[in-house]
């Protein structure tokens, strides 16, 4: 039964996942609403700060009203923020407010739901099973593309787009919530109190900031970044192999991460995220090569989210995932802000990303420093 219910949270995970398409929506609001590349990376970045930090209360949440009531919540909050957007004319505080905020909390609510109560339901698989559901989350991305830059390239406002966003998606996890099964709660997810080994959880948190920079900057600026070289086609169709890149890239390391050490596969993971997104931004390639650069910058990116919570599942034991893994999440929720913004911000004032493609390449290096240089953590007393 639970092999066949995991689909759920998977399909979940695709419909949140979404918000890696959002550079499909930059290009219309800077030439229609007069969006800078600064305030549409802003509102990406708020989206990932907002979903990682709403991560820190939605495990006591989950342990309230369960996995079904956890859904539910974010579909109705992920309806609201789309559904704001598109009434809002075009403001840039209501967009920040809408997506960045409701769908971000949203976001926060049902990936931490349902990225921990299926590992809790195969312990002995954890880095498999987290690479198969955070696998849903990358392909969100691939959806979206399909539905959102059908109604884009037939000439739809962005802001219609937003509002059959906010009710296809939103009405579809509705639904997911009715189908789950009541009796899968998680009330022992997490225990009331425990003594966090603070130096651990810093230097993970760290790493993952260091880890993501690069990928972030690429999801939130892709299309902008190719605007000028590719067509709208083909730069939907690398928005689409980027996601493809990060599902088989997470499902990979998570198969690897039960073999390997993940200090190996992070260096790896990493070296290559940073070279191509240094690339990508300083030099004009062949369409192909573009596309595999793409490629291996969403592999390199898709490492993070399964080697870090494979680590805390092994370090702490999974039935700690839900309250500790949200600290260390949050260096991805700074990165989120920091990334997209830095390149919007680069972009701005050098019209191209050469600059902000460079600093993605020593935020890389330095993320491999941080947590490849230390000895390998050993298992906590919490786990």
Same mark, same amino acid.
């Given at each position: 039964?639970?092999?066949?219910?995991?689909?759920?949270?998977? !399909?979940?995970?695709?419909?949140?996942?979404?918000?890696?398409?959002?550079?499909?929506?930059?290009?219309?609001?800077?030439?229609?609403?007069?969006?800078?590349?600064?305030?549409?990376?802003?509102?990406?970045?708020?989206?990932?700060?907002?979903?990682?930090?709403?991560?820190?209360?939605?495990?006591?949440? +989950? %342990?309230?009203?369960?996995?079904?009531?956890?859904?539910?919540?974010?579909?109705?909050?992920?309806?609201?923020?789309?559904?704001?957007?598109?009434?809002?004319?075009?403001?840039?505080? +209501?967009?920040?407010?809408?997506?960045? +905020?409701?769908?971000? +909390?949203?976001?926060?609510?049902?990936?931490?739901?349902?990225?921990?109560?299926?590992?809790?339901?195969?312990?002995?698989?954890?880095?498999?099973?987290?690479?198969?559901?955070?696998?849903?989350?990358?392909?969100?991305?691939?959806?979206?593309?399909?539905?959102?830059?059908?109604?884009?390239?037939?000439?739809?406002?962005?802001?219609?787009?937003?509002?059959?966003?906010?009710?296809?998606?939103?009405?579809?996890?509705?639904?997911?919530?009715?189908?789950?099964?009541?009796?899968?709660?998680?009330?022992?997810?997490?225990?009331?109190?425990?003594?966090?080994?603070?130096?651990?959880?810093?230097?993970?948190?760290?790493?993952?900031?260091?880890?993501?920079?690069?990928?972030?900057?690429?999801?939130? %600026?892709?299309?902008?970044?190719?605007?000028?070289?590719?067509?709208?086609?083909?730069?939907?169709?690398?928005?689409?192999?980027?996601?493809?890149?990060?599902?088989?890239?997470?499902?990979?390391?998570?198969?690897?991460?039960?073999?390997?050490?993940?200090?190996?596969?992070?260096?790896?993971?990493?070296? !290559?995220?940073?070279?191509?997104?240094?690339?990508?931004? %300083?030099?004009?390639?062949?369409?192909?090569?573009?596309?595999?650069?793409?490629?291996?910058?969403?592999?390199?990116?898709?490492?993070?989210?399964?080697?870090?919570?494979?680590?805390?599942?092994?370090?702490?034991?999974?039935?700690?995932?839900?309250?500790?893994?949200?600290?260390?999440?949050?260096?991805?929720?700074?990165?989120?802000?920091?990334?997209?913004?830095?390149?919007?911000?680069?972009?701005?004032?050098?019209? %191209?990303?050469?600059?902000?493609?460079?600093?993605?390449?020593?935020?890389?290096?330095?993320?491999?420093?941080?947590?490849?240089?230390?000895?390998?953590?050993?298992?906590?007393?919490?786990?």
């Amino acid at each position: 039964m639970k092999r066949i219910v995991v689909a759920l949270p998977v !399909m979940v995970m695709v419909f949140l996942g979404g918000i890696y398409a959002w550079s499909l929506f930059v290009p219309a609001l800077k030439e229609i609403y007069g969006f800078s590349a600064s305030q549409t990376q802003l509102i990406f970045g708020t989206v990932i700060t907002t979903y990682t930090t709403s991560m820190l209360w939605a495990d006591k949440l +989950i %342990n309230k009203i369960g996995f079904k009531g956890m859904i539910f919540s974010a579909s109705l909050l992920f309806f609201a923020g789309y559904f704001l957007a598109s009434v809002s004319g075009g403001s840039f505080l +209501i967009l920040l407010i809408g997506i960045g +905020i409701f769908s971000g +909390i949203a976001t926060g609510f049902g990936y931490m739901s349902s990225i921990s109560v299926p590992v809790n339901w195969f312990p002995e698989k954890k880095g498999l099973i987290t690479g198969f559901v955070s696998g849903g989350f990358a392909g969100g991305s691939i959806l979206l593309t399909f539905i959102a830059g059908s109604l884009l390239n037939k000439g739809y406002d962005v802001l219609i787009v937003f509002r059959y966003i906010a009710f296809i998606y939103g009405f579809s996890m509705l639904l997911i919530a009715v189908l789950l099964p009541k009796s899968y709660k998680s009330k022992s997810l997490t225990p009331l109190a425990v003594k966090l080994p603070k130096r651990v959880i810093l230097r993970m948190f760290l790493a993952i900031f260091f880890g993501t920079f690069a990928g972030l900057l690429v999801i939130g %600026n892709l299309k902008l970044i190719g605007y000028d070289y590719y067509t709208d086609m083909q730069l939907s169709l690398a928005i689409m192999l980027f996601a493809a890149a990060n599902i088989s890239g997470r499902i990979f390391w998570g198969w690897m991460s039960d073999k390997f050490p993940i200090i190996l596969l992070l260096s790896i993971a990493l070296s !290559m995220q940073g070279l191509a997104t240094f690339l990508i931004g %300083n030099f004009q390639f062949h369409l192909l090569v573009f596309y595999l650069l793409v490629l291996l910058i969403g592999a390199g990116f898709g490492a993070n989210f399964v080697v870090f919570i494979h680590e805390t599942a092994r370090l702490f034991g999974t039935k700690l995932i839900a309250k500790i893994y949200p600290l260390i999440f949050l260096g991805y929720g700074i990165a989120g802000i920091f990334g997209p913004l830095t390149g919007g911000v680069l972009f701005d004032i050098f019209g %191209n990303f050469k600059m902000a493609s460079f600093i993605s390449l020593i935020v890389s290096i330095t993320g491999i420093l941080i947590f490849g240089t230390k000895r390998p953590m050993k298992q906590t007393q919490l786990a």
